[in-house]
Every structure is written in C-alpha cells, then in structure tokens.
C-alpha cells in the first residue's frame, strides 16, 4: 500500500515540476505567472485523487498555451490588400473603400514619425539632444523652460518628453504632471543631475518612464527613447477595430471577412452567434466543476493560435437571451475598445487583452442589434447586386467553381451570357447570389449526369437558354408589375426586408358599412398606424381631391396587402397606402408600373427611407417604369452608379399632392 502511494507522491511531483518548468519558459505576463504559480503552489498540496486536482492541471494547462505574446505581423501593402480583396469579390465598391481606408490609416500610424519634446534650460544640452534625435528620424521639438513646454503641449501632443528635472519657475515634475493628466499614454524621461537622482526615481512613482543622469551620454539616449516608443507603440500596427457588415444574405459578408484576413496576413476565425441564449459562451463559466470551460472568444483564441486574429461574429441580429442571461450584453465588453484591452474570461479570471484583434460582425439587418452593441462598431452596410454585377460575378468565380466541383473539368460546359441573365430574371429572384450558385450548380449536376449515362461521350455542351427549360424547368418568376393591368385601389410600393428590396401591392375596396377600416395582410404595428395616418389624411383633405366628406360614414374601407402569410412591417409604406385609398374614393385607376416608397404624415408630407439601392433593384426586376421617392432621399440616389438606375425615371417629391396626377389616371 505505501509502495502505490509512494508512486502517486513522486508522479505528482514530476508533473508539478513539469509544470512549474513551463510556467517559467512561456513569458507570461508577470500578472499571470503569479496567477499560473498560486494555482500550482495549491495543487502540489492536495492530493492527485481529488477533482480539484484535474481541474487545477486542466486550467494551468490552457493559460500556459493561451498566446499572450504570440502576434501575426500585418501585411500593410495596400495595392497587395486592393488586388486580394477585387480577386475574391466583384462589385462591392464602396465597401472595400472603407476596408481599404482601414488598412490605409493603419499604414500612417505605424510609419508616423514618432514625435519628441524635448526640454531643457541649458542651451547647448537642448543644442545636443536636437541634433542626435533627428539624426535618429525622430521629429523633435525643443523647449528652453518649463513654462514654454507646457505651452506646446496645450497646442500639440508628443510619444515621448524628455526634460529637465531642475529649471526655473516651472520645474521638470511639473512638466511630468501636466504631460501625464493630458496625454496618459505619453512616455517622460526625466535628465537630472547626480545629486538629484533620488528626485528622479521619485519621478518614476509619479509616473515618470525612465531617468537619465548628467553628464548625457547620446547613446543610452537613443536606447531609453527607444524603449519609451516601444512601450507606447507596441500595439499600434496591431490594433484592432470592430466593424459590422449589414446586408441581405448572399451578399459576400463572410467571404469578405475572410479575404480582410488574407490581405493582412492573419488567422481567421468564425463564431456563429445565431440563437446563442447563453451568456456563459462568450464570458465563459467559473472553475467551480468539472465541466468549465473558456467562453468561445478566449477559445478561438487558443486555437488560432495568436492573439490577434480577424474575429468574425455571425449572425449578430439572431442572437437570443433567457433565463440563462444576455449575450448580446456580454459582448459589450468584447466590442469596446477601451475596455477590451483587459477582458477577464470567467474561467481564465486574468485579464486578456482583446484590443489587437479585428472583429468583423455580421448582421441582415443592423438595427435588429442592441443600441450600445451597434454603437460600439462602424457599421458598412451590403447592398444587394445589379444584374449586370450578378452576371460577372456568375461567369468570373461562380460556373468555374461548380464546374470544378461537380467534376466537369475533363467536359466543362459553356455557359452563355442569355443563358445565365435568364436564369437570373426567371429563376431567382434575391439581394445575394446565395440561389443563383444553387441554380447553376443544379444545371452542372445534371450534365454531371447525362455524362455518367452516356459514359463521357458527350462533346462539348452549351448551355442555352433554349436548354435551361429541360434543366431548371419551367421560369419560377415573372415581372409582376408588366404583366398586370391599372386597377381601381391598386398602388405599387417597395419595401426593404432582411433579403433585399421587394415588390408589394396595396389593394383598397370599400363597401356598406359603419365606417370601420380593416386591416389585414400581416401587417405589423407601424405598417397599421401608417394606414390610419393615411386615412386620417385623406378624411381631412377630402375636399382637395373631389371626395364626399361623408364617405366614411355608410363603409367600411378595406385595406389589404396580399401574401398574407408573410408578415410586414416598417415604415415605407405610407405614401402606397395613401394613393391607394385616393385611388378607390375618387375612381381613378392607378398606374402598376409607377411603385411609391415613403411615409406619410397627417398633412401629407412625404418622409425619407432607407434601403433605396434595394428597391430600385426591386423595382427594374419587376418590370417598373416610375419609381416615387421622398426629396429628402435624392442624396441617396445621386450616389448610386448608372446601372441601378437604369431604365427607371426617377420622381421626388416632398408632398403627396404631387404624384397623385403622375399615378391615377384619369
């Protein structure tokens, strides 16, 4: 019995000493050496046989190989980052615009010249210390008092301050005092005289970087400045951000996530938040069982291996909560830049800095995300693509690839440009490109077939439009505006949803009644209050366009919006609805191929909206002509290339008054 427990003694022993030696090689932060070595000193005291005892190794075990210090160099070569990000996405402009002003000021922060004050009463020691920083790049300026330096350090801020520690009227612990409370992360080098080196290393306690002692040697100058800048520079060509991409699906979000990390030279990781409700995955759980473990952040951390990686939270908007806590919340500590620099994991229970890694959020629909969450990032929104985008993109990256795929390299077939912009107008019918793969990669799995069964014979194959009928069978999508007739109390409108822009009809009839207005179609609370406001509208201003006052006295009005099953909501609608209801009450018929989008107030005013790029798009899918918008949104389409506005005339208008003669017929 005393030989076993002898053996557990000395296996014990090996594997605390074992660990004691790596707690010692890993370069912890000196923080969390004294974390790792408390830990082990309590584990070396209780016996291997108790739980507590795995979980202390399991937990020493992870902090030693979490990378604290491990970092990957950016790659800050713009044009390199520029020709990646255009490989791997077509269109997108503006969006990689604001990727490549990322990168672009990433570049000037880590080549700015470091700038340097330096102080002293003594002409020909301010003379020296001039010259010999220059001569090292540095953009130095002097200041021969005090009084003069914290002049220009009210004007202008500096990386390091080297002064003087005895001057007149404004001494060198002063400068040092007023350096800090203004710039924090500002380095000072205090120059002092052998008899006042105690003064200096009080300094330190104030907050002082370094001292220097007379008579100055120019090279611990240069070694002690450039430890001041590596101090205050270490995570600058590092730093992260946080940037959010809101857009339909099918859009290029995730993919672009990763090209970013390809163009910068860093790991990439993905973490779907979809349908989280936990708030333990993201802060993690406390070492209190068995069962513990880091909340996913620090683990795709650890497995990525550097504390720097490109973070890409999916699905931000789909996040939940329950009675298990708040995600959503908890990631307001992650998102912050000024707080996620120190970021204590439950588990870990040290402080982690998360300030060198980019995270890139992924969203359909950025106001869906809480309040403080989306103003912790810069959001770039997705806008769906034009056709002329969908079909280059198809031709360029989408037919090669399910070519390759679906094994049709030896026989690939070719797909013409009428081929493929039918597929897009009959057979789709999205913001993205996510169906269009679908379609085409269902088109090659079947020539995958006829080539199976005709044993490879076959030559070269052309895909046609006269083809894709036996491929993709009948179209599953038509131009719904041209191909219907002007109807009494039928507007067209457009929407924005979380796939992109859409098409809706709003049907008004009315009938005997008691002068109730029914609502129905699935409409959410505003899309309800903007039919009241319309009618309250209309009520007011029946005179103005020729109806009875009385005619909501003797029946109902009846508004509907067809696809009932779908629910709707927002904003947009209002000014549809509007013309709608006019159009019933006056018997003039309304043009289908005129679509309206804005809201309306009860005195007729036409308010902005949003998802203008995705309605237009809408808008020439479905066959329209006119397209009515709010003034206050011509910004928005002024900024739109060509080929969203092509064939569509373009209407703003700031009153509903003024498109009532441009929509009814009479």
Request: charged residues 25%.
């Amino acid at each position: 019995m005393s030989f076993f427990k002898k053996s557990d003694d000395q296996c014990q022993d090996s594997t605390i000493e074992e660990l004691r030696q790596r707690i010692l090689s890993a370069q912890l932060p000196s923080g969390v050496q004294r974390v790792a070595s408390k830990e082990l000193e309590m584990l070396s005291k209780i016996s291997p046989n108790v739980a507590e005892f795995t979980i202390g190794l399991s937990y020493i075990d992870y902090i030693i190989n979490l990378p604290w210090n491990k970092k990957t160099e950016d790659n800050l070569d713009l044009q390199s980052a520029e020709r990646i990000l255009n490989e791997k996405h077509s269109g997108l402009v503006k969006v990689k615009e604001r990727i490549l002003e990322h990168l672009a000021v990433k570049i000037l922060m880590l080549n700015k010249k470091p700038r340097i004050l330096v102080v002293d009463d003594e002409k020909i020691a301010l003379q020296h210390l001039d010259h010999a920083l220059k001569k090292e790049g540095y953009s130095v300026t002097t200041a021969n008092s005090g009084l003069e330096a914290i002049s220009k350090l009210e004007t202008s801020a500096f990386d390091v301050v080297l002064t003087d520690l005895k001057m007149e009227k404004v001494d060198g612990i002063e400068v040092l005092e007023k350096t800090k409370h203004r710039y924090p992360d500002t380095q000072v080098i205090m120059i002092t005289g052998y008899a006042s080196v105690d003064t200096a290393v009080a300094a330190i306690k104030k907050g002082a970087f370094h001292y220097i002692a007379k008579p100055i040697k120019l090279d611990e100058v240069r070694l002690v400045v450039q430890d001041a800048l590596k101090k205050k520079f270490s995570t600058r060509s590092s730093k992260g951000s946080v940037l959010c991409f809101a857009g339909p699906p099918g859009t290029g979000k995730t993919s672009l996530g990763r090209a970013i990390a390809e163009a910068l030279g860093r790991k990439f990781s993905r973490i779907s938040l979809g349908g989280m409700k936990d708030e333990a995955e993201i802060m993690g759980h406390r070492r209190t069982y068995a069962g513990a473990m880091p909340g996913r952040i620090i683990d795709e951390i650890h497995r990525a291996g550097v504390s720097n990686p490109v973070l890409m939270l999916d699905e931000m908007d789909k996040i939940g909560h329950d009675f298990k806590g708040d995600p959503s919340s908890a990631l307001l500590e992650v998102l912050d830049p000024e707080q996620n620099h120190s970021f204590i994991d439950h588990y870990l229970d040290v402080p982690f800095d998360l300030s060198g890694v980019i995270f890139i959020v992924t969203a359909n629909i950025a106001d869906n995300m809480q309040d403080a969450l989306r103003d912790r990032m810069e959001v770039i929104e997705f806008t769906g693509y034009t056709e002329d985008e969908k079909r280059e993109i198809a031709l360029r990256y989408l037919v090669p690839k399910q070519i390759q795929e679906k094994g049709l390299s030896d026989n690939p077939p070719a797909f013409t440009v009428e081929a493929v912009t039918k597929i897009i107008q009959e057979h789709t019918r999205e913001a993205g490109i996510r169906n269009l793969e679908r379609q085409i990669a269902t088109i090659c799995r079947k020539i995958a077939t006829e080539l199976v069964q005709n044993k490879g014979t076959a030559q070269d194959i052309r895909v046609t439009p006269e083809l894709l009928d036996r491929y993709l069978g009948q179209r599953k999508y038509y131009f719904e505006v041209a191909d219907e007739k002007n109807r009494v109390g039928v507007t067209t409108g457009l929407v924005w949803t979380e796939v992109g822009g859409a098409i809706i009809f709003v049907e008004a009839a009315k009938m005997k009644g008691s002068g109730e207005l029914i609502l129905t179609g699935s409409l959410g609370d505003v899309m309800r209050e903007s039919a009241q406001a319309a009618m309250s509208y209309i009520r007011s201003n029946a005179a103005e366009f020729n109806i009875q006052d009385d005619f909501f006295e003797k029946q109902d009005i009846h508004v509907h919006v067809p696809a009932g099953a779908i629910p709707k909501d927002g904003p947009s609608a209002g000014a549809t609805i509007g013309i709608a209801l006019i159009s019933l009450l006056t018997g003039h018929a309304a043009r289908r191929d005129v679509a309206i989008t804005g809201e309306l107030t009860l005195t007729g005013r036409i308010l902005p909206v949003g998802g203008i790029k995705e309605k237009l798009l809408a808008a020439r899918q479905a066959g329209v002509n006119i397209v009515v918008l709010p003034r206050k949104n011509k910004v928005d389409t002024e900024n739109l290339s060509d080929d969203v506005r092509k064939g569509l005339e373009l209407v703003h208008a700031d009153n509903i008054n003024e498109i009532v003669d441009l929509v009814l017929l009479k």
